[in-house]
């Protein structure tokens, strides 16, 4: 029987880990730590109410995270909390930093004072930059850090201080770097809720110009499903990919939606694109696949069904969200 910390557990990929660790896990105990800011929906785990421990707290506390570690003898930490949204990190980079970089040095300083069998950082392919579109290859585990936004730079400044910590301090750290993720639960600033949402409502759906840019989807339980395998048999210092293999343009995502839900195509509309946008990631997911024995189980196909049908069926959790989110598509061209 273990105890977890999981810090940004009211988030999207939180929550889901949250709800998977206790029916994965049901003899562990799960102390669910959130600040809850504007994306942190307490909502997503109510139904968790009586089976967890709920913080709210900031990762930047050193106080609390402290006494919140020695109270509940917690033996892993999973930091999902992060700032994530790389166009709000446009006009408010300094918000990224001080939560992705300083509030997980902060995490890891309590962690290394009270001491923990260990500390997962949950990172992003984005740390990496971005591919040429016909690029044959993929991002592996040694490929140098090359962030291009500010949130890529305050996620990759969050990684090389766990790095550090586990180097100079031997404190027992590993990484997962996931490709993007969808499912339920995912607040709707995010493309595919976005799209649903607005599809939902009858609205346009938004497309940067650059339509045929790529991302890599992953189904956030067959993320979940990753980082247990590396608590679990990952080798302490080490970075493992988790990613799908599975490629999809913005437009790609958008007819989809439109598809499944049997809307023009008219209700797509052209925004222009954001500073520094990434063309497309690509994580080679082989250590995880080799080593752990771990692969999606989830189709991108029956998963986007499924995402859509869950947005669907819960308009009581997204409606009330809406407008909730500070992200302005044009802030940066005034």
Known sequence: MSTLLVTGAAGFIGSNFVRYW??????????????????GCREN?????????FVHGDIRDRELIESTLREHTVD????FAAESHNSLAIIRPGDFFSTNVTGTQTLLEAARTVGVARFHQISTC??????????????????PYLPRTPYNAAKAGGDHAVRAYGYT?????????????????????????????RALQGEQLPL????????????????????????????????????????????TIADTVLAELG??????????????HDRRYLLDSTKLRTE??????IDFSEGMRSTIAWYKENEAWWRPLLGRSPVSETAWQR
């Not at 206790?22 to 994306?39: F, G, Q």
């Not at 785990?45 to 421990?53: G, K, S, V, Y």
């Not at 990952?234 to 293999?245: A, D, L, M, N, P």
């Open 45 to 53: 785990l109510d139904d968790l109410a009586e089976r967890i421990t």
């Open 208 to 251: 940067y110009a650059s339509t045929t840019n790529r991302r890599e989807w992953l189904h956030v339980m067959d993320h979940c499903r990753a980082i247990d395998a590396v608590l679990d048999r990952g080798r302490v210092g080490e970075t493992y990919h988790v990613g799908s293999g599975v490629e999809a343009d913005i437009e």
């Open 263 to 276: 809307l023009p195509a008219s209700l797509k509309t052209i925004v222009p694109d954001r500073p520094s």
């Open 22 to 39: 206790r029916e994965r896990h049901p003899a562990d105990a799960v102390v669910a730590l959130d600040a809850l800011t504007y994306a």
């Open 76 to 79: 892993v930490i999973v930091n």
């Open 292 to 297: 752990l024995g771990w692969s999606p189980l």
């Open 169 to 197: 301090y031997d404190l027992p750290v590993t990484i997962t770097n996931c490709s993007n993720n969808y499912g339920p639960y995912q607040f709707p600033e995010k493309v595919i809720p976005l799209f649903v949402t």
């Open 126 to 143: 984005e740390v990496y930059g971005d591919m040429d579109l016909n690029d044959p290859g993929a991002f592996t585990e040694d490929a």
